[in-house]
């Protein structure tokens, strides 16, 4: 026998009024089991659809609440005894709701700090694709992992492997500066730029406000401009493209034509750029970087093909060097470009930490901080329960059980764990900007999603954890 989908059928008997669940079942049966002889796929999910669409005001049932009244009766009592026994032991509740508030206040500081550190480059769309090409060079038994790389390679890897999508040389590196005076008029703006290739705006989720990304760096003269510069130079970003400014560095001074206008970078990249020139340009002025004879200075970046096995690109591309120049003695490998800031150092050639391991002390620290809180928490807790006893026993004597007595002990948890939440939330409110001055960050807090679970779960934690050991105490 053909039956319809399971779950659409159940949801249906569930919802659907009784004086109509039989006629609009019996209907949409009737109607999937003509649709089924045909195509089986298409009549499940017309059957699903079909129900979906019954989920109306006029043929939802009422549903009675499951819960017994004197489950709401308990919960409204437990709660008119925690806040007496709030306002009888003041001095005992203020301790406990600023030291809990304290330590959440800083376990959210911390915890804000890790995930704007683990999010850093992870915005840009193809992020999975894109990584970055290092040289492991071998020197006394001893191997030197670098960023910089040969100034043709971006061009050569692009041409002679297939796995490569796209490709882009970039110098000076991310970290360094390039900064000079940029000048229009009588306005002089000081600058940090970087050459780049001609595919930077489609390898880089960078949004381009003025200009098409797969021309602004198409010639040697062109220059293309953050946002912020666009508006001190010219109040706009609107009418910039087209005109001439001058850089100058180093004694020496060009005109470039604007060609695009790109969107201030985010906070979260670690690229910190006010203007992009060609790449082109950049080795038209260092000619030794365009041979395979040992010099090295840009960094380069490539976007894999999706799918592409990388530990194998990576074998491929291992003795790549030797094949332009037999005396070179350095190897090729490659790492994901949003890894680069968190796992930066290298040891004899072998990935071995970097800054996530700032990460990982700070998060470890963040969780001891809430423990230490809510073990503080606890023997308040437990201290103050000793002066209880007439009140636990008179319960008993009442017949209240374990489970009663627990349950008020654990709704004193909560109610105070959640009052320190919001308490705690005010604190992060009030120190944040001093805290961005201290780690140089644009922290904010941002009610989004995670952070929201994140707090239900500091809830639920602290409250279970705080309040477990007095309740069955």
Known sequence: MIMPPKYALKFLRWFCREDYLEEIEGDLTEVFERQYETSPKKAKWKFSWSVIRYFRPAFIKSFKSSYHPSLFAMLRHNLLLTFRTFKRYKTSFFINLIGLSSGLACTLLIYLWVNDELSVDKFHENDKQLFQVMMNHTHDNKIQTMEQTHGILAKALMEEFPEVEASVAIAPRIGYKNTGILSSGKKYIKANSKFVGKDFFKMFSYTLLEGDKNQVLSDKSSVVISEEIAINLFHTTGNAVGKVIQWEKDDNREQFQITGVFQNMPNHSTMKLDLVFTYDLYLEKSPH?????????????????????????????VNFLKTKNAKLKFTLFTRPYSDSYLYSHYENGIQSGGRIEYVRLFATIAFFILLIACINFMNLATARASRRLKEIGIKKALGANRKVLILQFIVESSVITILSVILSVLLVVLFLPQFNVITEKYLVLALSPNLMLSLLGIIVFTALLSGSYPAFY
């Open 289 to 317: 970087f365009q041979t395979w004879e040992g010099a090295s200075g840009p960094a380069t970046y490539i976007k894999l093909k999706e799918n592409t096995d990388v530990k194998r690109f990576n074998g491929n591309i």
